[in-house]
Structures are given as structure tokens and as C-alpha cells.
């Protein structure tokens, strides 16, 4: 669970609190010398502070409400949080740029990473919807959202190296995004060597928790790396694991097909959804009642500044 701003601009608006205190505290410590200064009957001085104080400090504490509520309303408060799903839709992201081609698989990451995929698929509810993306320098929509396991696996079975240079995760969930749009339960599924060299993790992390997209990944390759046309291969876990646990997912590491196909069928088990509730609508109305709350007071002879 965690707090979110869609607009994290407005939250300057609440440097105006300490502000509005310290003028308060000022000003009634001025008007109390410029009072005493005037009149000696002290212990009539003293009840009627307290009434003085009373009213001043209510003016104040609405006063501040006020702004603190209008303020995390325009910054577009929500909390978000995961929460058990009965049923998820996926999106199956392959990395078929070329260093995949490794062989520290058999025959190389990119056909195991297939196989897998698609014993994945065949796992799945009767009613889960998937789609297939393959990804590297461009993200490539291989099938749509659908029920059809044939459809899924042929899908997959198609997925070949790209000649396009490059590993965009960045434009795998933006399209993952897209896909399962209207989706309750949404979950990217990434298979790659983790070699991202195309755009930053924060900007993936930063669109899928806007999309409310759970980021899964499993990384496929030996720490030892794998041999491939131009040279050694190794696998980049941290790209992948900061995807996953920014995301509210989870990182599988793969050096072997048995723990890939493993890593796949845990997927399965966790039914999970991210889901953010915001606030923002109920801050406005909140701050709304304040300030009428304010002009009532203040026409009732509250003073918020003394």
C-alpha cells in the first residue's frame, strides 16, 4: 500500500501551513501586548484570553484543514495497493533482440524462453485472457487479448530474433498498457536477459504504476553469460528486479530450463491486482465544507489572524 500524486506540483501549496501558524502566534502575541498596554485589570484579562485564544485557535485549525485538504485534492491524492484476484489478464512480453541468441540455453534463451512461454499458456484457466508481445529495439504485438491457447501458442511459436537493434522496455509497457486498458486484473509477464539500452526503468516503472500494470519478470541466462556473434552475453538482474519490486511484481532467476518453466508456473499462483483509489474528488469537497465552515465562523466574530 502506498500514497500517490498525479499532480505532485500542488503539494507546494502546503509550505503555506508553517506559514499561516507563525503569522497566527505573531499577531496574537501583538494584539496581546498592544491590549495590556491599555488596560491593567489582569484577571479579567486573563478569562477573556482564554475565550480570545479559544476562538482564534478554532479559526486557525479550520483555516489549515482547509488548505491541507484543497491542496492534496488539485496534487490528485489516491492510495494504492495489491489485492487478491480471482482471475488475472496477462500480457506475455518475449525479448527476442539479439542476445537471446546466447547459448547458455539449448538451443539459445529465445527458443527456451518459447517453450516455456507456451507450457505457461497451456497452464492457464479456460477463461484467462493473454496476449503476446516480442520485444527489442521496438515492441511488436505478436496476438491480442484472447482465450484461444492455439492461437497463443502459434503466436509464440513465431517469435523470431529481431534484426532491429536495442532492448526497449519502455515501449513493452506502454503497449502492455494499451492492451489491458480495460482489464480488472492486469499483469505484464517479461522474459529477457535484462540487456535494456534503450530508455530508463524509472520511466517503465513510472507508466506501469500510472496503468495500475503489475510488471512480473523472469530473467533468462547463466551469470556466466553465453556465447553469441558478438562476443559474451551475460544477464543484467538488477534492470529486472527493480521492475518487478517497483511494480508490486515479482523476479524469477532463470539459469537453467527447468527453473525457467518453474518461475512461469509460480506466476500462475499469484492472483493478484493493483488497484489505485483516488481521493482527490472527496479532498475537494472536503475543503469546500471548510472554507464555508471558515465564512461562518469569521462572520460569527472568529478571527483566524487575531
Known amino acids: 500500500m502506498g500514497i500517490v500524486f498525479q499532480n505532485p506540483q500542488y503539494l507546494w501549496l502546503l ?3 508553517p506559514v499561516m501558524v507563525f503569522v497566527h502566534f505573531f499577531s496574537l502575541r501583538s494584539r496581546k501586548k498592544s491590549a495590556l498596554s491599555f488596560a491593567n485589570f489582569e484577571a479579567i484579562a486573563r478569562v477573556k484570553g482564554v475565550e480570545f485564544v479559544s476562538r482564534n485557535l478554532t479559526m486557525l ?15 490528485g491524492m489516491g492510495v494504492r495497493q495489491n489485492l487478491v484476484s480471482s482471475e488475472s489478464s496477462f500480457v506475455i512480453a518475449i525479448d527476442n533482440s539479439q542476445s537471446m541468441e546466447a547459448t547458455d540455453f539449448s538451443p539459445n534463451r529465445l527458443e527456451a524462453a518459447k517453450q516455456a512461454a507456451s507450457e505457461f499458456v497451456d497452464s492457464l484457466p479456460p477463461h484467462a485472457r493473454v496476449a503476446v508481445v516480442s520485444f527489442s529495439g521496438n515492441a511488436i504485438v505478436e496476438s491480442e487479448l484472447t482465450t484461444s491457447k492455439e492461437k497463443l501458442k502459434e503466436a509464440i511459436k513465431r ?6 537493434g536495442g532492448t526497449d522496455i519502455n515501449e513493452v509497457v506502454l503497449l502492455a498498457s ?9 499483469s505484464l509477464v517479461v522474459v529477457s ?24 519478470t523472469i530473467g533468462i541466462g547463466t551469470r556466466e553469460g553465453g556465447q553469441v556473434n558478438y562476443g559474451l552475453s551475460k544477464i543484467d538482474e538488477d534492470s529486472l528486479k527493480a521492475l518487478a519490486y517497483n511494480t508490486g511484481g515479482r523476479f524469477f532467476m532463470s539459469t537453467d530450463l527447468a527453473k525457467l518453466k518453474n518461475s512461469f508456473q509460480e506466476i500462475v499462483k499469484l492472483k493478484l491486482k493493483r488497484v489505485t483509489r483516488d481521493y482527490s474528488r472527496e479532498l475537494g469537497i472536503a475543503a469546500l465544507v471548510l472554507f464555508i465552515i471558515y465564512f461562518v465562523l469569521s462572520t460569527a466574530g472568529y478571527k483566524v489572524l487575531p
Request: charged content about 25%; cysteine-free; proline content about 0%.
Open 61 to 75: 485549525v479550520v483555516a489549515l484543514l482547509a488548505v491541507s485538504s484543497l491542496s492534496l485534492s488539485l496534487a
Open 15 to 17: 509550505a503555506a501551513l
Open 178 to 186: 494499451n492492451i489491458l486498458e480495460n482489464e480488472d486484473a492486469k
Open 159 to 164: 517469435i523470431e530474433l529481431s534484426e532491429i
Open 193 to 216: 536477459d535484462g540487456r535494456i539500452n534503450v530508455g530508463t526503468i524509472d520511466d517503465a516503472v513510472e507508466r506501469a504504476e500510472k496503468n495500475d500494470l503489475i510488471v512480473h
